[in-house]
């Protein structure tokens, strides 16, 4: 055990990084997705008021597997009671090994894909689910991220994403999830599931939605290995290529995307220096080989393609700003959304002028309900401040940041709307003087 009693935050951080894990583990041995969730949920329970006495082990994935492992005895003998004989002898043998040899890392074993998260995923993004109850209920179980999370990834309400998740476990349970990994060509048809979910992953990682914390690196860490593990698996398929690629070239830019307070900085006024040169080695590697295997990129290749463009750039003046607006032309084509659209009106205004990305917010608004989206507004606001429109900026930029649930990201914005405030200000004196 260590030293010292973890405080409630240390106890969650543990929990987030390890319920996955443990839900992934004891789906080896329940076909329920529901009873494995239940039975790792028994077990983060025992250990919240325990760990919070005796500290938390050295081992916590292990600690947890074994009393989740034991509770899961337990309910194997109780149905032998009941039925006078188990279904399976050798499941239950297994189960009751002893308990120096279980542990979470060690339950699962899946040489086909060389991972148990990744294999988990395989298993839940089944087809039997719409595309966003498999994406919605894999964020929630391999992913660890609440309902409120994944709402916002999906710009819908808690409730409706709580009924989602409830209807493709329930779902499951009734066409019968295998135990056993789906083979190589129903891994095909899951595939482009698995890739979305880690990269929606990794974009929680890359920019909190909510907290005090603008990034949450272990969250990256976590797609970051599931990207390499897939890029192993499939070392052909160019867009897993160009995932990991993109991922690689924007975690290169993790740690310089905030100041020691961690207040976020812009990318305009970003230490280059500080960016990690083996992350970017790795993404452009990983680029030019995608590259080469396609002339018809995806989603993710596009995206890796646009990250590349800020990596190669030596300063931000020297960003190929209509490279960059050609992409997302490209990515708008394949992937329509307010997010692509709100990102290429960015391009816009540095290629051409805040004037001509002005115009491409008005065109988002007319198309998408963006009332309520922090970052339509923030950058609407960045749009006026350089047009010299302080004082409209500045509206903009306390309306971004009552819409932000980023603490960082709401203090940010809330400091550029009083900049702007005061430079209208300053404006008015002057003007006012002469």
């Avoid at 995923?121 to 992913?143: E, K, Y």
């Avoid at 310089?256 to 220096?273: C, E, F, K, M, N």
């Avoid at 115009?359 to 010299?388: C, K, M, N, P, Q």
Wanted: with cysteine; hydrophobic share 40%; net charge neutral.
């Amino acid at each position: 055990m260590t030293a010292s009693v973890p405080t409630s935050r240390e106890l969650e951080a543990v929990f987030r990084i390890e319920r996955p894990r443990l839900i992934a583990a004891l789906l080896r041995y329940s076909r329920d997705v529901t009873s494995a969730e239940d039975l790792a949920q028994d077990a983060l329970l025992k250990a919240s008021m325990v760990w919070s006495s005796e500290g938390i082990p050295d081992n916590p994935g292990g600690w947890l597997f074994t009393v989740a492992r034991n509770r899961l005895i337990d309910r194997a003998r109780h149905a032998r009671l009941a039925k006078d004989k188990l279904v399976d002898l050798t499941h239950y043998l297994e189960l009751t090994r002893p308990p120096s040899q279980a542990s979470a890392s060690d339950a699962v074993s899946y040489p086909e894909v060389g991972d148990d998260m990744l294999a988990m995923m395989f298993m839940t993004c089944h087809p039997a689910l719409s595309q966003d109850s498999r994406v919605t209920l894999t964020l929630r179980l391999v992913g660890g991220l609440s309902v409120e999370e994944i709402a916002r990834a999906f710009r819908s309400g808690g409730a409706a994403i709580e009924q989602r998740i409830v209807r493709a476990k329930r779902e499951l349970l009734t066409q019968g999830i295998s135990r056993e990994l789906p083979g190589e060509c129903e891994r095909d048809q899951r595939l482009h599931s698995v890739m979305e979910v880690i990269y929606l992953i990794y974009n929680e990682g890359y920019a909190a939605t909510e907290g005090a914390n603008l990034t949450r690196p272990p969250l990256c860490s976590e797609a970051l290995r599931l990207g390499r593990t897939l890029a192993n698996l499939k070392p052909m398929e160019p867009e897993v290529l160009g995932l990991l690629s993109l991922m690689e070239l924007q975690c290169a830019r993790l740690v310089a995307r905030q100041d020691r307070s961690g207040v976020p900085i812009p990318l305009d006024r970003q230490d280059r220096t500080s960016w990690d040169r083996l992350l970017t080695r790795r993404g452009l590697k990983l680029l030019d080989r995608a590259d080469h295997l396609t002339q018809s990129p995806g989603r993710y290749l596009i995206q890796a393609k646009i990250s590349a463009c800020h990596a190669r750039a030596l300063s931000f003046n020297d960003t190929n700003w209509t490279e960059i607006k050609r992409l997302y032309d490209a990515l708008f084509a394949l992937s329509p959304s307010y997010v692509v659209a709100l990102n290429r009106a960015v391009a816009i205004s540095w290629a051409i002028d805040p004037a001509a990305g002005m115009t491409e917010l008005d065109a988002i608004a007319e198309t998408w309900d963006v009332d309520t989206y922090s970052l339509y507004h923030a950058s609407r606001a960045d749009f006026l401040a350089r047009l010299g429109l302080e004082q409209e900026a500045a509206a903009a930029f306390g309306l971004a940041a009552s819409l932000s649930a980023n603490i960082p990201q709401k203090r940010y914005l809330a400091d550029r709307a009083e900049e702007c405030r005061q430079r209208s200000r300053h404006k008015a004196v002057k003007t006012g003087a002469s």
